[in-house]
């Protein structure tokens, strides 16, 4: 990973450390539906946040619109200082810079495992073939599943196409990961082994915003929980705070459903 720093000092001044995501008064509408509103929200170089909070409360739609898989209707996102390009190929660069993993695994099923991390690198970062080879073969061995390499995806398990679709990100350099919901489609014995990547992501010190469900890793793994109901913020704060004394009516109530059942 030694790329890191050379990226951060290309004569150009670091951003604030106060932001490498920031979401500014972000309201989003589905028809009559606010579904984000007022949104605030500021991530740090290597700060890993957890959202979570009720069925329809916003989060996938957030988590959309930092890679403008979503417009938003007011506000402004910026990434890296740069405001989020409308298309084009600033999109495309910006999209390769903010890897997104979803709840269904996306990848290409007529493409092997290793030609599905090497797709990103060829296409949009222009690596040459050799070079993006071994580094899709150095992810798939980080994520676990090296021996997986010149099979498609239907043959391999939902947690191991998930863990290639982590790989497939990781292999553009993103500045940031968005989770959605990443282990919510799986088998309950193979959620473990998403999230242990996960975790080690997180550990390596990866900026990665997660909507999930999985309060374990919340606690484990965030340095900030924000919770969200009805399309707002509700309350941030550190894991601890949170899950031991939360301090909204809307997070008690959720924690207590789903802590105590």
Do not use: W
């Not at 898989?69 to 990434?79: C, K, M, P, R, Y």
């Not at 399309?231 to 949170?242: L, S």
């Amino acid at each position: 990973m030694s790329n890191v720093s050379v990226t951060k000092d290309a004569g150009r001044p670091e951003p604030a450390p106060s932001g490498l995501v920031v979401l500014d008064n972000v309201n989003k509408h589905f028809g009559a539906l606010h579904v984000l509103q007022d949104i605030d929200l500021t991530i740090a170089r290597g700060e890993v946040v957890v959202v979570i909070g009720p069925s329809g409360s916003g989060k996938s739609t957030l988590c959309r619109t930092i890679n403008r898989l979503e417009t938003v209707d007011s506000g402004h996102i910026a990434i890296d200082g740069k405001p989020l390009p409308a298309e084009g190929k600033e999109l495309a660069r910006l999209r390769a810079d903010v890897g997104m993993v979803f709840q269904s695994f996306n990848l290409f099923a007529h493409k092997t495992v290793l030609d599905n991390v090497m797709l990103g690198q060829l296409k949009v970062r222009k690596t040459d073939k050799q070079q993006a080879e071994q580094k899709a073969r150095a992810l798939l061995d980080r994520v676990g599943v090296a021996n997986q390499a010149d099979k498609y995806p239907a043959q391999l398990s939902g947690g191991q196409q998930q863990r290639v679709a982590i790989a497939r990100a990781l292999a553009m350099d993103p500045k940031v990961m968005l989770f959605d919901e990443p282990t919510s489609a799986l088998d309950p014995e193979m959620i473990n082994e998403v999230l242990e990547v996960m975790q080690q992501l997180a550990r390596d010190g990866m900026t990665m915003i997660v909507v999930t469900h999985e309060m374990g890793f919340a606690r484990s793994a965030a340095n900030r929980v924000v919770f969200m109901a009805d399309g707002r913020i509700v309350e941030e704060a550190t894991p601890d705070q949170f899950f031991s004394n939360p301090r909204s009516d809307r997070a008690k109530d959720f924690l207590s459903k789903i802590l105590h059942h």
